[in-house]
Nanobody, 123 residues
Framework: QVQLVESGGGLVQPGGSLRLSCAARGSIFRINDMGWYRQAPGKQRELVATITSGGSTNYADSVKGRFTISRDNAKNTVYLQMSSLSPEDTAVYYC?????????????????WGQGTQVGVSS
């Protein structure tokens, strides 16, 4: 089995910073793209940032210049450094990873989601 375990959420004041982490655990052959999504109350889940295995990144316009996604391939972990946070960033943040597993039957690729971590920005 594979699990994505998130950590780092919390409550911060506007202008503050937080760092989210998401570690993939289990039987993993390779991880392709990894990313962060968020869902605010009453809204649909939206993409925040993605990163390829080679380190190419993509950001939502709303977080460009404020958030930085990175990954440690040796640790199967993706990070989201968030700065200059505003109340509009309040949401549950989910990590996502496309994971390749190998078995005697061959390789299979599946997208996995973390359990979500709450980020609140309020004065």
């Amino acid at each position: 089995q594979v699990q994505l375990v998130e950590s780092g959420g919390g409550l911060v004041q506007p202008g503050g910073s937080l760092r989210l982490s998401c570690a993939a655990r289990g039987s993993i052959f390779r991880i392709n793209d990894m990313g962060w999504y968020r869902q605010a109350p009453g809204k649909q889940r939206e993409l925040v940032a993605t990163i390829t295995s080679g380190g190419s990144t993509n950001y939502a316009d709303s977080v460009k210049g404020r958030f930085t996604i990175s990954r440690d391939n040796a640790k199967n972990t993706v990070y989201l450094q968030m700065s200059s946070l505003s109340p509009e960033d309040t949401a549950v943040y989910y990590c996502n990873a496309e994971i390749v597993r190998a078995s005697v039957l061959g390789r299979s690729t599946q997208a996995y989601w973390g359990q979500g971590t709450q980020v609140g920005v309020s004065s």
